[in-house]
């Protein structure tokens, strides 16, 4: 016999042998071009050394080599899908849910700490009958300043740092500004009602400050307005000692003290008094055991001229409640900038 049977033989035992020490894909691929690789596989030498021989050999050798070359080849599919089973076995077993394990909470959405104030703020005197107002923050200098008593050359403007926007000029040639107060709604609404009217205006002010723990470029404020018959400094003693109580408790007390603000006369700041100590003095009120909260007043006449009402027949009480400060004082807060830092383990407290 030709020693091609032994070659066969030889290539049958030795490659069924290694195909079952393959552990990888890219094993596989090097053995089966050891064998039957198109140029140098050994089988495939073989197969081409077929003409060389005799017929009747050629016959025997012929039939024993596909014999070999299919044994290999069932030998190589079966192992490769044994390899694939393994790997997808092996990546099953890593990614395999654990249903014991606690699942990712899921953070609830909830308002923004200074929203809640102001809105809990305007819904103490939406329930008192006041009707909520509201204004743009672009404003012209007649509705921030003029009208409200402050005239161009009126030293009082430089207590408020503005905001200039310079390309933007109202209809009287003067730049618009962003309102340095929610005082402007005050304008805005007297000159489209008439009198009786009650109104809170809550928005958002800017005023060019550095920033820092209690100053900023923009923040809250909530206006109130009355403008009635008889409207006197008790009206505004009672409601804002009503609103006092119903943010800070029954026990909250108020003070007026006498401030200037243009477009009140009289012109006070109201403290309330510092519910954390009971009055005693603490941190948070500067050992005063009394809190700055707002700024109020009876409406100067000149307001009332400039909207076109008659002083003579109305009066009324305006104040302006400064959110940041409500906020700080009931949540104990003592840096403004952790509102705006939007820092979630601090907004997740409220
Ligand atoms: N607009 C004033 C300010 O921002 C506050 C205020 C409002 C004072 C209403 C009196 C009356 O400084």
Redesign the pocket.
């Given at each position: 016999m030709s020693s091609l049977t032994d070659d066969l033989q030889t290539i049958q035992s030795q490659s069924l042998q290694e195909v079952e020490r393959i552990i990888s894909l890219e094993e596989l691929e090097t053995l089966r071009l050891k064998f039957l690789g198109r140029k140098d596989g050994l089988l495939t030498k073989v197969l081409q050394a077929l003409p060389t021989l005799s017929p009747a050999e050629r016959k025997d050798v012929g039939r024993q080599a596909n014999e070999v070359k299919k044994a290999l080849e069932t030998a190589l599919e079966n192992r490769r899908q044994a390899i694939e089973d393994a790997q997808i076995a092996q990546s099953l077993a890593k990614e395999s849910i654990d249903l014991t394990l606690p699942g990712t909470p899921v953070l609830r959405g909830k308002l923004h700490p200074l929203t809640q104030v102001l809105e809990e703020i305007v819904s103490v005197f939406t329930r008192l009958g006041f009707n909520l107002a509201e204004g743009p923050e672009v404003e012209t200098d007649d509705n921030n300043f003029t009208a409200?008593n402050h005239p161009p050359d009126h030293p009082a403007r430089d207590?408020?740092d503005t905001f200039y926007l310079k390309d933007l000029k109202d209809e009287s040639g003067l730049p618009l500004l962003l309102r340095?107060?929610?005082?402007p709604v005050?304008i805005r609404y007297m000159r489209t009602h008439q009198p009786p009217l009650y109104i809170v205006a809550p928005g958002r002010?800017f005023r060019h400050e550095a920033v820092d723990a209690t100053h900023s470029f923009v923040f809250h404020?909530v206006?109130?307005?009355a403008v009635d018959k008889d409207i006197s400094m008790a009206d505004l003693k009672g409601m804002l000692t009503l609103f006092a109580q119903h943010l800070f408790g029954p026990g909250a007390e108020i003070r007026f003290r006498p401030?200037y603000?243009p477009?009140?006369e009289p012109?006070?700041?109201v403290d309330i008094s510092c519910t954390l100590c009971g009055g005693k003095g603490c941190r948070v009120c500067k050992q005063s055991g009394w809190l700055e909260m707002?700024?109020?007043?009876l409406?100067n006449p000149n307001v009332f001229r400039a909207v076109g009402y008659d002083p003579r027949k109305v009066t009324g009480?305006?104040?302006?409640?400064?959110v940041e400060r409500v906020a700080m004082f009931k949540y104990g807060v003592d840096d403004m900038r952790l509102f705006f830092d939007n820092d979630i383990r601090f907004l997740q407290q409220f």
């Open positions: 409200l207590a408020h340095t107060h929610t005082s005050q002010v404020q206006e109130g307005l401030s603000f477009f009140v012109g006070i700041e707002l700024g109020a007043g409406v009480y305006a104040f302006g409640i400064g």
